[in-house]
Nanobody
């Protein structure tokens, strides 16, 4: 069983930065893409950013230019660098890895709170 362990969440002031990490405990076969979702209180889970096996990235409009997703294959770790943060970025952030053959792997979630 492979687990995704997230870290890096916390409390930050508006305009500040945080970097989330998502480390996989083992190898996941035939990865389609990796990504980050978030869920704010009372709202549906939202796809924030993805990176595919070719390194192509995609972002939801509200974070373009502020967030950067990256992947370190050697460390088996996915990152989300968040800058110029806003109170509306407050949410629980989840990493996900989608395997073509094994389905979706989810992290446990990490709380990010942006104060105004």
């Amino acid at each position: 069983q492979v687990y995704l362990v997230e870290s890096g969440g916390g409390l930050v002031q508006a305009g500040g930065s945080l970097r989330l990490s998502c480390a996989a405990s083992g190898s996941i076969p035939q990865i389609n893409y990796k990504g980050w979702y978030r869920q704010a209180p009372g709202k549906q889970r939202e796809l924030v950013a993805t990176i595919n096996s070719d390194g192509r990235t995609d972002y939801t409009d509200s974070v373009k230019g502020r967030f950067t997703i990256s992947n370190d294959s050697a460390k088996n770790t996915l990152y989300l660098q968040m800058t110029s943060m806003k109170p509306e970025d407050t949410a629980v952030y989840y990493c996900v890895v989608l395997s073509v053959v094994a389905g979706a792997y989810w992290g446990q979630g990490t709380q990010v709170t942006v104060s105004s």
